[in-house]
Each structure stands twice: as C-alpha cells, then as structure tokens.
C-alpha cells in the first residue's frame, strides 16, 4: 500500500478592516459583503416584492419564505453572474449562492496551487449530482470559464437544468448533461473511457433517509427558535437529501469507483457536511490507494464546511498532466 500524504489548508485570512463583510468567506468570493438589497432590486425587479425592513432596520427577506429565497437567488445570478434566466421546480433544492461560490473558488486554488491550471479555459470539471439548479456550472463557467459535465439519477432535474442552460447564452457550449441510469453507480455508466477531467465536485446526499432529514431540519429551526415551517426554505427532492446509508455510504461508493479511473481525472472532490465522518473518508482512501489526500476547510457565517480531494496521479504524472491530455 502506497502511503497517503494528508495536507488540511485552513481558509485564507481576510483583513479586519472591512467590518461588514463576511470574513470567512473566500477572498475572491463576490459575496463577502452584505447584500446590497437596493442594487438587487434594480437588476431583479420582482425581488422588491419580497424585501422588508428587518429588527435593524436594514433591508432583507424571509429566509423562511422559499419564494424569497428563489427570487434572491435570480437576482444574484442575474447581478453577478450574468444569468438572466433562472428557475428550478416547487420543492427542489434551492441552494445558498455564497457557499457553493466558495467551493468553486477553493477548487481553483487548489488546481492552480498544484499545477497551475487555472489560467486555462479548458479545464472540464465533473459535477456529479448537478442537480435542477445547475449552480456549480454557472458560477464557475462564469468566474473561471470551466467546460462542464453535469450528471444525475433525476430526469425532472436535468431538464430543467438543461432549459436554464438553454435561456441563457453561451452555456450550451460549455456544460453537457448525463443522466446517470444506474441509482447505485457514480462514474460508470457517465464517463466515457477515452474521456479525462481536471476535477470532480460533489455535493452528496447528507442524510440516511427522509425521517433523518425531516428530524435535522426541525432540529435547526427549534434552535433558530422558530417554528417548524410547512415546506424547506431551500427545498430538496429525495434524491438531493438522503441515500442509504447516508453521506459517508455515497462517498466512501465515490472513492471506490475513482480508484478504477484515477489516471483520467487529476482532482477528485467531495464535501463532507459532517467532520465527524472525516476519518471514514481517509480510510476509505488509504483503502483504495489514494496517493495525495487534502482537506479544505470551508465557512459562511456559524456554519463549518470542508471537502475534501484526493488524486491518484504521481507527482510526476501531474507535472505532465495536460502534456498528455491536451
């Protein structure tokens, strides 16, 4: 067994100075500072339906109501990243902006801390669970210029997907769609065998079952002190929020199956939402011979993220690494 060489990187430190900005969020991230309701509104007009003065007497939304946080979403896309169009079913997964920037953002450094590859526009990343909102796409298409392969077991989702990439243009060209046939399969089946990535992200099912997710979102609510709401502020769909046996049961799959085509990927990735099952993933990855193991940790305001990435690349093969492939 190859020894695995395990390196965590902490967030890079912002200045104190800037007293209104969310420090813990990545330095290049667009959102580090308070949302500026009165711009929003003005790139995004029907988001003022949903804008109110809060107990600081300072704009901002329900984050309880989901059609608020669906119409903040469009006019962050729209003002920051050029998506005009952007829409997802009732009850899919409405994700946070900041947070899915931040891992995009840190994924750059680490390919360009590795091998400088950030400088070009034919980085092609694999989004495995991309989901009706297509968010990792569009941020990183337009922060980065990265090609993308977008995967999923959901149909529903991926046609939805598609009709964004459809309204808003130049994106056809630069993120495909798969939809992945098999429930228990991650890369089969999706990636072609004369096909190599730069990287993978993952946000993987967190929880074991639907009762498992129900239970964790009333238990944050009753801490938030607030009652229970009739639907999820961010939504989600089965697929998007449990599989059996939990995240640990997805990725430890993940890592498995990336052991059989390590040589066609120079960065696999996956968040961990729970630090707690840190140490099954490194087993897993000692298991199956990974040879460079990194944590990142990440941040947005209390809540503590990380992912992690693993290659099975030599140093000697990433130094070659777009030699060979392009």
């Known amino acids: 067994m190859k020894k695995v060489r395990q390196t965590v990187i902490l967030s890079n430190k912002p200045s104190i100075e800037k007293i209104d900005e969310k420090l813990s969020l990545h330095p290049r991230n667009k959102h580090r500072g308070r949302y500026d309701f009165e711009q929003l509104m003005l790139t995004s007009p029907p988001l003022g339906s949903y804008v109110l003065l809060n107990e600081y007497n300072d704009f901002s939304i329900d984050f309880a109501n989901p059609k608020a946080v669906k119409a903040l ?33 840190h994924l750059a450094d680490l ?27 569009l941020i990183a298409f337009r922060e980065y210029g990265w090609q993308f392969v977008g995967t999923d ?41 004369d096909e190599h990535f730069d990287l993978t992200m993952c946000n993987p ?38 599989c059996d046996g939990g995240e640990i049961a997805f990725i430890s799959r993940m890592i498995e199956e990336s052991a059989a085509i390590g040589s066609q990927f120079f960065w696999f990735s996956s968040l961990v939402s729970k630090a707690s099952n840190l140490p099954e993933v490194y087993k897993a990855l000692k298991a199956n011979g990974a040879l460079q193991v990194k944590t990142i940790n990440m941040a947005q305001g209390q809540k503590q993220s990380r992912f992690v990435a693993w290659t099975f690349l030599t140093p000697e093969q990433q130094k070659h690494w777009r030699k060979h492939y392009w």
């Open 73 to 105: 979403n469009c006019a962050l896309l729209k003002h920051f990243y050029n998506i005009a169009k952007w829409d997802i079913p009732a009850q899919y997964l409405c994700p946070p902006i900041p947070g899915r920037a931040d891992y995009v953002h």
């Open 153 to 193: 077991v959901d149909p529903i989702a991926l046609k939805n997907a598609q009709t964004i990439l459809d309204a808003n243009p130049g994106l056809t060209s630069a993120i495909e769609l798969r939809l992945q046939t098999s429930s228990s399969a991650i890369f089969s089946g999706v990636v072609k065998a």
């Open 205 to 242: 099912p967190f929880h074991a079952s639907l009762a498992e997710a129900k239970e964790g979102t009333q238990r944050k609510w009753q801490n938030l002190g607030k009652a229970k709401p009739a639907t999820l502020n961010f939504g989600g769909q089965g697929t998007e929020l449990f």
């Open 111 to 137: 390919l360009a801390s590795e091998a400088k590859l950030t400088l070009s526009k034919k980085i092609r990343v694999l989004d495995i669970g991309i989901g009706a909102n297509a968010i990792y796409p």
